[in-house]
């Protein structure tokens, strides 16, 4: 195997670099995240630093980068205390990548081709028309990480709207049948398969495939 020491690592180009140490941690779902300013002014942008944090309340934390590399779902998320989460599926792929550029604040991501906008009752937020895993999040909570300037933003899950044929009886999705995709590193985007599915572990069980 090839070695490279953190010191070695830190010498090479940025972006190069970027692209390798951002790999490291694998496979990320990828989401988009819509969200509404003053004047109802939306913003829509890709985020894949996304993890579950508790099934009872339900909390999802993201990640958000320094606020000068990416200000706009951070500031509104502020602003109104509501955003959506929309799965990203094949068909929507190049619009959904799009939205990392930094476009102007009174430019809407939602004007791409690919993506359309929908506002549902009593959400403050807009979510994407085409996704077909949508859910609506109130915030809890942010945490500046001080020693890079980032934000974990911590929501309580609202409202989920999904196609029924995905879910099973005991409460799984498969949302590789929604076709949602998740990405790797900053540019990398994957289809997946269920490889398996096994009973809940405990010591000295045998090991049980179910479905
Ligand atoms: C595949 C992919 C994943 C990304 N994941 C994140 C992320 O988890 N957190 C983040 O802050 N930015 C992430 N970005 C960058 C943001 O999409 C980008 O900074 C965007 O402009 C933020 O927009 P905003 O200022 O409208 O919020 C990602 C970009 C790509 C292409």
Redesign the pocket.
């Known amino acids: 195997m090839q070695y490279y020491s953190i010191q070695k690592i830190s010498t090479w180009e940025r972006f190069y670099r970027a692209n390798f140490i951002n790999c490291l941690s694998g496979f990320k779902s990828?989401t988009l995240i819509g969200t509404a300013g003053k004047n109802k002014q939306p913003?829509l942008?890709?985020?894949?630093?996304l993890v579950h944090i508790g099934a009872d309340t339900a909390l999802i934390g993201?990640?958000?980068?320094p606020r000068e590399?990416?200000?706009?779902?951070?500031a509104n998320i502020e602003f109104s205390g509501v955003y959506t989460m929309n799965h990203i599926q094949p068909e929507f792929i190049q619009a959904a990548?799009q939205?990392?550029?930094?476009y102007p604040v009174n430019e809407s991501e939602f004007d791409l081709d690919g993506v359309s906008i929908e506002w549902k009752a009593n959400c403050m937020a807009p979510f994407v028309g085409e996704s077909r895993i949508q859910y609506s999040m109130e915030l809890v909570e942010i945490i500046p990480i001080k020693y890079n300037g980032s934000f974990f933003i911590i929501g309580k899950v609202t409202d989920v709207f999904i196609d029924e044929n995905i879910l099973d009886k005991d409460g799984f999705l498969h949302i590789d049948k929604a076709g949602s995709i998740c990405?790797l590193g900053?540019?990398g985007y994957y289809s997946t398969n269920l490889l398996a599915r096994f009973a809940y572990a405990k010591p000295g069980n045998p090991i049980e495939k179910i479905n």
Not at 99 to 102: F, I, L, V, Y
């Open positions: 990828a913003n942008a890709i985020f894949s630093n993201f990640i958000n980068r590399a990416a200000p706009h779902t951070l990548h939205t990392s550029a930094k990405t900053i540019d």
